[in-house]
C-alpha cells in the first residue's frame, strides 16, 4: 500500500511512499501548506489536515486522518518586559520547568488525548494541550527577557569580578542558571530542581484524570496569582494575568467533560463496599473537632468511640499469611536468630563516649 498525494513527483513523498502503510515515518510524514492559517504550536485537527491514500483493494483515493504540528513564531500573548530582571527570571522558570508549569500540563494533556477513546474529550485535551505549549512560549520569553541583560554581560565578560558578582547574586539563584544554562529559560523549577516525567500523574481513566486536570490547574492559578504579586513591571503582570486566566477556563473545561460523564463519581467502575462508603470516623479527637456538611447530617455515619474505629471489618484486626511449611521454618529460623534479650542491659557505644548532656547511661563497671 502506498500513499497517493497530488505531489507524488516531490522527493520526500516519493520516499515516504515506499515505507509500508504502518510505519511511524509514513503516517506522520509533514506537510505544511502556506496558506493554511497557525496558532503559535497547533495540532492540525483530525478533521482539519488529511491525507488521501489508496488501499490495495480499492482503486479510488480514501480520505486519511493525520495530525502534525505548525509553528507560528508570533506568540499567543505580547510579552513586554520593563527592564531586565535576573532573580525575577528564576522565579518565573516554576512555571516554565516545574510541577504546575506549561510543560508538565502539555505533556499531561498529550498523553491522556493520545490514550483517550471518547471523541470530543480527545479533541479538547489535544487542544488544550497544544494551547500549553504556546503558554510554555510565554513564559520562556518573559525568562529570556528578563535574562537579557545580564546574559549579554555575562557573555561578554563585561562587568569587574565584583560587579559581576554582585548582580548574579542579587538573589535566589540566578547565577546557578547564567553559568550553567546561559540565561536561558531551563527546563527547572524555581529552585533548579530538573523537570520531570513523575510530574505527569496520568492514569488512563477519564473520571480519575479529569479530576487531576481540575486541580492541576487550580494549583498552577495559584502559582501565576503569587507570581504576579511579586512584580510590579506592568507588562509581565499583563501576560501573568492573561497566563493565569487560562488556567481558569480549562478548568471549566474540564469540569464539564467531567460532569458530562453520567456515572463519573466513584472513579472507576468497581462500586464501593455499602458498609463503609457513609461512615466518617473522627480519628482525631480533642479540642478543635468541628461538625459539618462533610461529617454530619443523613448522609453520615459519625464514628467517635474508639472501640468502633478499630477491627471495623467485625475481625480480630490482625495481620497474618498461610505459609507452607518450609517458608514458615525458615522466618522462625530467622526471628530465633535475631531475637533480643530483654534481661540483657549491654554497655554501648553510647555509654563509652557519653559526655554532658548524653543523660542517663549503663553504668561501666
Known sequence: MRLQTKSDAD??????QQLPFSTFAEARRRRISADRPANLYQ???????????????DSQPI????????????????VRVAEPNPVLAN???????????????????????????????????????TEELSHLEIIGSIVAMLN??????????VDKEADALVRLNAGGDSHITHLLYGGGPALVNSAGVPFSGAYVDSRGEPT??????????????????????????????????????????????????LYSIENNFPPGKLPGHP???????????????????????????????????????????????????DDAKAVAAAAARTASDPASNPVTGVDLGAGPGAGRITPLE
Open 11 to 16: 522527493p520526500v513523498n516519493a520516499f515516504a
Open 43 to 57: 495540532l492540525a485537527s483530525q478533521s482539519e489536515h488529511r491525507r488521501r491514500t489508496r488501499s490495495s483493494t
Open 63 to 78: 480520505e486519511r486522518d493525520d495530525t502534525m504540528f505548525m509553528h507560528n513564531k508570533r506568540l499567543m500573548y505580547t
Open 91 to 129: 522565579m518565573m522558570l516554576e512555571q516554565f520547568g516545574g510541577a504546575d508549569g506549561e510543560l508538565a500540563a502539555a505533556m499531561r494533556y498529550f498523553t491522556q488525548g493520545l490514550a483517550e477513546e471518547d471523541a470530543g474529550r480527545k479533541d479538547m485535551l489535544l487542544d488544550i494541550a
Open 148 to 157: 537579557k541583560g545580564a546574559k549579554g554581560r555575562l557573555a561578554e565578560g
Open 208 to 257: 480519575v484524570d479529569l479530576r487531576s486536570n481540575i486541580a492541576a490547574e487550580s494549583r498552577a492559578k495559584i502559582v501565576y496569582e503569587r507570581l504576579i504579586n511579586i512584580t510590579d513591571d506592568p507588562g509581565i503582570k499583563d501576560a501573568l494575568t492573561f497566563l493565569m486566566t487560562r488556567e481558569v477556563a480549562h478548568q471549566k473545561s474540564f469540569e464539564k467533560a
Open 275 to 325: 458498609d463503609y462508603a457513609d461512615k466518617y470516623f473522627n480519628m482525631s479527637q480533642g479540642e478543635g473537632d468541628l461538625r459539618g456538611s462533610w461529617n454530619e447530617g443523613e448522609q453520615w455515619e459519625f464514628v467517635e468511640a474508639r472501640e468502633d474505629q478499630q477491627a471495623v471489618d467485625g475481625g480480630d484486626g490482625l495481620a497474618t499469611v498461610k505459609m507452607d511449611k
